[in-house]
């Protein structure tokens, strides 16, 4: 981690005790997995299999992923692909992710969570961690074609 830039993370493990920490964004993925600086300044590397769910959060002290909301009440608002994850241990978690394969991590997925206004602003999650990661709907912009007039019916000439 050579930036000073860094986010705020809460990092969920399977079977164990949340961590909280930072993370460098341009380039906290690794191939050994994650890289993880604590608040004391310990600096780890945290193998993907033994991560669930990483959390980009607003504040240390707010709402956990675990106590909001882990589905869309109706179609998302938001431009990209709307997908369920369903993880190693049968938990699932609703998001959306964006419409371009270029975006796409080669570690695991972000997502935006269902609740855009909580304390967990993007969702990470490792390949390892799923079991399963379903499209539930394309959501974009309608496009407007304009038609051309000299191939338009004339209905009422």
Do not use: C
Not at 21 to 33: H, S, T
Not at 42 to 54: A, E, G, M, N, R
């Amino acid at each position: 981690m050579f930036s000073s830039t860094t986010k705020r993370v809460i990092v969920y493990r399977f079977d164990r005790e949340p961590l909280r920490g930072f993370v460098n964004p341009q380039m906290w993925l690794v191939e050994g997995g994650a890289e993880f600086l604590s608040p004391e300044g310990t600096f780890s590397l945290l193998p993907y299999p033994d991560l669930k769910i990483v959390s980009f959060v607003r504040d240390f002290d707010g709402n956990s992923i675990l106590q909001e909301k882990r589905l869309f009440a109706s179609r998302p608002k938001t431009s990209g692909l709307w997908v369920r994850a369903q993880f190693r241990d049968n938990d699932f978690l609703e998001g959306v992710m964006p419409n371009d394969l270029l975006q796409v991590e080669p570690y695991g997925f972000t997502l935006v969570p269902p609740d855009a206004s909580s304390n967990n602003q993007k969702i990470f999650v490792p390949r390892h961690a799923l079991k399963e990661l379903r499209i539930l709907g394309v959501i974009g912009q309608q496009r407007r074609r304009k038609g051309d007039p000299e191939r338009q019916i004339k209905l009422f000439e």
